[in-house]
């Protein structure tokens, strides 16, 4: 259990776990927040993953079985008053568990290998809950890893951990890598790649996905650029039946993602 509880919001701990919001020190530390039992939780399934863990005394009892966790790792457990975790926390209504955690990053060479069947590419993605829902999609659709390339968002900003809804933990995840690098190696790894984008002259439905895929997903505002167009092996665009001007970008990688998940369990070399 944890000590004496953490009740003055300008204490130095508590600043120190604070400043972790801004990516800088996220940077310099190579460490940042999960916050909520299910982060909480898939963080703890890692070895070494989390540092610090802070709860609030109704977590405490709520959650017992991850303070159990915790402590039987190792993880150094402080209590906190309400308002502390409340200065802590990125959301309105914090859950009362925040734990501090290193980052997961995995080395390109190491995230793509030559049994890698599908992975996703996030190039020049800025909005943090779209790129957290993208990687919680791609975890679900059976993705072996997701790389953030240099130009898009933070995957260790709190929007974007808490959209990925544990996800972050659940498979590789490369960032900082330019785009024309990461293509490179999917394609020396052997996957096609394909870039999601309005302006494909050809469709899902034209495209054989049952081979080992890497999707390319671009800005939310302004789809991709011509130069990361020309890198793909074909550009391909989701079908609009209806009226929509267009897909949300977290809702288009969805479509992408899920339509060569099942084409690769169920079309031509199908295991």
């Not at 997961?104 to 943090?128: F, K, Q």
């Not at 898009?152 to 900082?176: E, I, M, Q, W």
Request: aromatic share 4%; with cysteine; charged share 20%.
């Amino acid at each position: 259990m944890a000590g004496s509880e953490l009740t003055n919001i300008k204490s130095p701990r508590v600043k120190a776990v604070r400043r972790l919001t801004k990516r800088a020190f996220r940077d310099r530390d190579r460490s940042f927040l999960a916050e909520g039992p299910q982060a909480v939780r898939e963080a703890l399934a890692l070895d070494g993953v989390v540092m610090e863990l802070f709860a609030t005394a109704d977590a405490e009892l709520r959650h017992a079985e991850i303070i159990t966790a915790a402590t039987l790792a190792g993880v150094p457990l402080f209590r906190a008053s309400g308002e502390v975790m409340t200065e802590l926390a990125q959301t309105v209504t914090p859950q009362g568990l925040l734990a501090v955690c290193r980052f997961v990053h995995v080395p390109l060479e190491r995230a793509v290998t030559a049994e890698a069947r599908l992975v996703a590419v996030l190039a020049h993605v800025r909005d943090p809950g779209n790129a957290g829902t993208v990687l919680r999609t791609a975890d679900a659709a059976g993705a072996d890893a997701v790389v953030f390339t240099d130009a898009s968002v933070d995957p260790y900003n709190g929007k974007c951990v808490r959209a990925s809804a544990g996800s972050l933990f659940h498979l590789p995840v490369t960032t900082g890598v330019p785009v024309a690098e990461a293509v490179r190696k999917l394609k020396d790894t052997g996957l096609r790649v394909l870039a999601a984008d309005g302006a494909g002259k050809q469709t899902l439905d034209d495209v054989d996905l049952s081979g080992p895929t890497a999707w390319i997903f671009g800005n939310e505002a302004w789809g991709l650029p011509e130069e990361i167009l020309r890198l793909a092996d074909e550009v391909v665009q989701v079908p609009i039946y209806g009226r929509a001007e267009s897909l949300n970008l977290a809702t288009a990688a969805a479509v992408c993602l899920y339509a060569s998940a099942r084409s690769q369990r169920t079309g031509p070399g199908a295991g």
